[in-house]
Structures are given as structure tokens and as C-alpha cells.
């Protein structure tokens, strides 16, 4: 059984983290319990711009402010698919309500709200999503190798992505430039 539900909560991967994919990453749990957990990572960057995947879907935008909105890898899995994490003021036909300030959307008709202009306040556009089955998250949480941290909006949507690490753990008290990487044998 999870003890500790880590939704809403963001993840810091700490130098301890083996895996190339989550080097350096913020990601937020939109989803955790006895069967696994699903987050978006919120802080790498894709080539991808918002108006190249309106254009792809053939979705002509009207609010043309949104074009160079960043999209970013939200993780390994499912890449081709995206997922939109907003302030919940209105939910959409995928919407998987979070919390309070967030919920996480991966069908088009947000997306043709946002080309429009009448999309959420606030989001991010990610590209594919993480995910670890059951018990994995936990195995991980106890070989330290993540540190985490309640999410905030202010987190979530207004700290620039290339600040987020370096914020979320300072809502905690951490100077991750203090954080080196252990290795070697005793």
C-alpha cells in the first residue's frame, strides 16, 4: 500500500539518479498511488514550439501570442502524445483535475481553446509524460534519489523553467549548488 501520496508534489532528481532521462529534472506528480505514478517533466525544453504542433495538428491559431510558447519533454513515455498542465478554471473533455491550482489535459479541444485565446490562464505544453509502476517511485525515493517538494502555482507557472530546480528547492531551505554527485567505492 502508498503511505505517502506525492500528487501535487514536485520531484527534484538528485545527482544519486541513474537514468539519463530525468538528469537534472523538476517533475510533478499529477498522479500517485498503489499502482504506480505519472508526472510531466517541467523543466527540459523540447525544438518543439507551440505553433509548430498547432500547425501539425492542423489547428489554425488566432491568438498569435501563444506561437512561441515553449513545449517541453514531459518524459520517455508516450512522446509523440501531448499533455497540458493549467490552472484548473475550466476542465476539458481529458481533464485529470490534480489539485486545487492544477490539472493535467491531453485532448485536443484545449488545445483549440489556447489557438483561440480562450484556453487556461496559465499552462505548460509538454510532450510525453513519466511514469513508474507500482513501488517503483518509492524504491527510488529511498535509494535518495529524488527530493520533493509541495508544488505551489507560483512553481508550476511562474517560475521560468530554466529557474524551477533552483526554486523548488529553495522552498525547502536547499542550495542545489551545494548537492555533488557521490561516487567510487570505500
Known sequence: MNST??????????????????????????NHGDDGAMGVILNHPSTVTLGQVLDQLEIPPTDLGVQEEPVFSGGPVQPEQ???????????DQSLPVNEFSALTSSRDILEAIAGGEGPE?????????????????????????????????????????????????????????????????
Not at 82 to 92: A, K, N, T, Y
Not at 142 to 168: H, I, K, M, N
Open 5 to 30: 501520496d506525492l500528487t501535487g508534489h514536485l520531484l527534484i532528481a538528485l545527482p544519486t539518479l541513474q537514468d539519463s532521462n530525468f538528469e537534472h529534472s523538476v517533475v510533478y506528480i499529477c
Open 82 to 92: 501531448g499533455f497540458v498542465l493549467h490552472s484548473p478554471d475550466r476542465l476539458w
Open 122 to 186: 496559465r499552462f505548460r505544453l509538454t510532450l510525453g509524460y513519466a511514469g513508474w509502476g507500482a513501488g517503483q517511485l518509492e524504491g527510488e525515493l529511498q535509494q535518495d534519489a529524488w527530493l520533493t517538494v509541495p508544488a505551489s502555482p507560483a512553481l508550476l507557472f511562474e517560475t521560468p523553467f530554466t529557474d524551477l530546480r533552483e526554486a523548488a528547492a529553495r522552498s525547502l531551505g536547499i542550495d542545489m549548488s551545494l548537492l555533488v554527485q557521490h561516487g567510487g567505492h570505500a
